[in-house]
């Protein structure tokens, strides 16, 4: 059994990749290992628990069981009596910086209070250098006592990408030591997963749309926080020459950086529409994404990003930064991967989709969508979570004898 935390999970959709990715992993590998999961009772940012919830007791959902707390309660004790209770194998703890989901958890462990099981931490992309630098001084301060505390010894760490392993020894200030080896417990490369069910949007549905007069309809669509970096689309559709309607979609996280990103709009020229158009349900993102032309993440890092998984199975090119798993984009003809110090790479490439044919388009389209199909039944990154849980358990069993 695997014990997981997780601050946000099911049927809470605001946190965005991380409640996808442990959604897919207990639907992909139920079969596997049983899933019980502890999650806050409401959305980010909710201010009240979802409708109809059962709290403090185990509950069936998508193939595991979710226990939902509430952070008015939950806390130091609480955590020590949920693990005692739950018989399991190993926790899972997907984030690093979270105070009561992890770093509790971590202390707990080091007190001998929980139940002497091994500990699979994912970090889940807050070890990226672009991360890190924001409240760096806090972050930093974090790490060190946690070193000096032992909090993160012995660990197994889930690392999306050989590029998120690089970032949590960095982090950690391992320097070069053995890669499987980080204060006495080990990394584990085990890409993300994605659902297995194939809810993509039928080829006629959108081979057999004439493309549209008027702009070029590009969109984002992502949490709106200076990580996700839409201040810097908004800096490339300033100096874009072609009709270009921009769609912004996701839930606003950080008041003071949309602001910012508001008087950027409001300085834009004349041949650049925005719209902001708010959340979008998980249901709705497929069909919401297909309205569209091409798709802007300039994301200053991200472990998996589910979002661009999306739109390409959506039939959208994608026009992401470097800072991501999906690389050689252009190889594929599904999109581009562009470093960050070059904005007139992005406003080049905008300009270009503009004059695609309807040809060119329905061409980028049906690749973007037979990849995303590649990625959905690519059982290799299953195993590799499978063999990163049974890694842990194994390798403390044998520590135990």
Known sequence: MVLTFARHYLPGYKA??????????????????????????????GHSPYPGLQQDRWVPLGGGFVRYVSAKTFGFAEIAAIVRSTPHDVIYLNSFFDPLFTQCVLVNHRLGRLAGRPIVLAPRGEFSEEAVRLKHFKKRTLVRLGKWLGLYDGLTWQASSVREARDIRRALSIGDENPLTVLNGRIIVASNLTNSINTAVAPSTIEDLPIPEGPLRVCFLSRISP???????????????????????????????????????????????????????????????????????????????????????????????????????????????????????????????????????????????????QVRNDETSVEATRQLFLAAIVGHQSLSR
Request: charge should be neutral.
């Open 16 to 45: 965005g990749g991380p409640i996808r990715s442990i959604a897919s992993i207990v639907q992909r590998l139920s079969e596997s290992f049983e899933f019980r999961i502890v999650a806050l009772d409401r959305d980010l940012g």
């Open 227 to 373: 990580m996700k970096n839409l201040d810097f689309a908004l800096r490339v559709l300033a100096q874009v020459r072609v009709p270009v309607r921009f769609a912004i979609y996701g839930p606003l996280e950080n008041v003071e950086y949309w602001a910012k990103c508001e008087a950027l709009i409001a300085q834009l020229p004349g041949n650049i529409t925005v719209v902001r158009h708010g959340e979008v349900e998980p249901a709705q993102i497929l069909s919401t994404l297909a309205q569209h032309d091409l798709f802007l993440l300039p994301t200053r890092g991200e472990n998996f990003g589910h979002v661009i998984y999306e739109a390409l199975r959506a039939g959208l090119p994608v026009l992401i930064s470097e800072k991501t798993p999906w690389r050689n984009l252009q190889y594929l003809g599904i999109g581009w991967d562009l470093p960050l110090s070059n904005i007139s790479e992005f406003v080049g490439k905008i300009e270009d989709v503009a004059r695609w044919s309807a040809h060119e388009r329905s061409e980028r389209s049906m690749r973007s969508r037979e990849f995303a199909a």
